[in-house]
């Protein structure tokens, strides 16, 4: 399969589960999966609260969705450009400067992720 196709199911994979998470609603006892490392660790991962965040910014409610998961808000940019600069080579052969290869960048969202893991596992973090 070519970079183009694969970018192409990709792009509609990733508009139908935007899509659903808009529809419906995560969090109770739906259909989303829980997270394991809060079932069987009782810890937050990075990840917590993701569907959740996702879900409040595609209905627009950004004070919910930092609440959920602030790393995801944070990091949504950075996360939109790396799709982009994927999609941009692989649909219309256009090279974007791509970030993603710096080791500093790198490293920077790595020490974020586990600033922000510490950080929503100790027991002053306002989330909720």
Same mark, same amino acid.
């Given at each position: *399969?070519? @970079? @183009?196709?694969?970018? @192409?199911? !990709? !792009?509609? +994979? /990733? %508009?139908?589960?935007? &899509? +659903?998470?808009?529809?419906? @609603?995560?969090? /109770? =006892?739906?259909?989303?999966?829980?997270?394991?490392?809060?079932?069987? *660790? /009782?810890?937050?991962?990075?990840?917590?609260?993701?569907?959740?965040?996702?879900?409040?910014?595609?209905? !627009?409610? #950004? $004070?919910?969705?930092?609440? +959920?998961?602030?790393?995801?808000?944070? !990091?949504?940019?950075?996360?939109?450009?790396g799709i982009t600069v994927?999609?941009?080579?692989? &649909?219309?052969?256009? $090279? &974007?400067? =791509?970030? #993603?290869?710096?080791?500093?960048?790198?490293?920077?969202?790595?020490?974020?992720?586990?600033? +922000?893991?510490?950080?929503?596992? %100790?027991? #002053?973090?306002?989330? /909720?």
């Amino acid at each position: *399969m070519s @970079k @183009k196709a694969i970018a @192409k199911v !990709l !792009l509609v +994979f /990733g %508009i139908v589960g935007l &899509l +659903f998470i808009y529809l419906v @609603k995560p969090g /109770g =006892d739906g259909i989303y999966p829980k997270c394991p490392t809060r079932i069987f *660790m /009782g810890l937050n991962c990075p990840g917590c609260g993701t569907l959740r965040a996702v879900h409040s910014l595609l209905h !627009l409610n #950004f $004070k919910e969705a930092v609440k +959920f998961n602030l790393l995801l808000v944070v !990091l949504l940019p950075v996360l939109i450009y790396g799709i982009t600069v994927y999609l941009a080579e692989a &649909l219309f052969s256009k $090279k &974007l400067p =791509d970030v #993603f290869n710096n080791r500093v960048f790198l490293w920077v969202i790595i020490v974020l992720i586990i600033v +922000f893991t510490v950080l929503r596992n %100790i027991p #002053f973090y306002p989330a /909720g």
